[in-house]
């Protein structure tokens, strides 16, 4: 089965910067479109930015310019670099696959477990 792993998350000053990894398995990140989303609490996840296999990124609005989604195809890794965090940007952060390019949608067969990112 497709496992995502997710690491990087924290606890961060506003102004300041995390980066957010999730490892794939079974195969290579380049077989997939992959995103990252967020939950609130007691709301639906959000899209906030997605790759497709090409490598051309979407970001939801709020984090355009802030954010940058990205993949290394020979590790088998994606990122988000969080540049600027805000409080608001605090949330259970998780990454997500899917043979289909569903870019911000949040239809993706493949999740991994979440990791927290606190802004204070």
């Known amino acids: 089965d497709v496992q995502l792993v997710e690491s990087g998350g924290g606890s961060v000053q506003a102004g300041g910067s995390l980066r957010l990894s999730c490892t794939a398995s079974?195969?290579?990140?380049?077989?997939?479109?992959l995103g990252w989303f967020r939950q609130f609490p007691e709301k639906d996840r959000e899209g906030v930015a997605a790759?497709?296999?090409?490598?051309?990124?979407t970001y939801t609005y709020s984090v355009k310019d802030r954010f940058t989604i990205s993949k290394d195809n020979v590790q088998n890794t994606l990122y988000l670099q969080m540049n600027s965090l805000e409080p608001d940007d605090t949330a259970m952060y998780f990454c997500?696959?899917?043979?289909?390019?569903?870019?911000?949608?949040?239809?993706?067969?493949?999740w991994g477990q979440g990791t927290q990112v606190t802004v204070s």
């Open positions: 790759i497709d296999r090409a490598g051309s990124p």
């Open positions: 079974r195969y290579p990140t380049s077989s997939y479109c």
């Open positions: 997500a696959a899917d043979f289909y390019n569903l870019q911000l949608g949040r239809s993706y067969a493949y």
